[in-house]
């Protein structure tokens, strides 16, 4: 059974920096892992994803901000937040997709900005 585990949030500062990690387990064929978020009243957002550990995407309003890098012998996952702002307050959520297309989520972890 596929679980994926976020861990990282919590309360950061304007201007401040968080780091959230995300933990696969039960399989090893991930071909994208990926970060999406949602603020309250709002859908849920792509930020950033990484194929096969070298392709890259980044949201627009991250870019410059939001790094996204994976450990593939881990099963791991990051992303490295800076200069945080207030409008990225939101529960972060890990996807994955793996290489027969099936998809998985995790339950999220909350990142707060503010003063």
């Known amino acids: 059974q596929v679980q994926v585990v976020e861990s990282g949030g919590g309360l950061g500062q304007p201007g401040g920096s968080l780091t959230l990690s995300c933990v696969v387990t039960g399989s090893r064929l991930i071909e994208t892992m990926a970060w999406y978020r949602q603020a309250p009243g709002n859908q849920r957002e792509f930020v950033a994803n990484i194929r096969y550990g070298e392709q890259l995407n980044y949201a627009d309003s991250v870019k410059g901000r939001f790094t996204i890098s994976s450990d593939a012998a881990k099963n791991m996952a990051f992303l490295h937040m800076i200069n945080l702002q207030p409008d990225d307050t939101a529960v972060y959520f890990c996807?994955?997709?793996?290489?027969?297309?099936?998809?998985?989520w995790g339950q999220g972890t909350q990142v707060t900005v503010s003063s």
């Open positions: 996807n994955i997709r793996l290489e027969n297309l099936n998809n998985y």
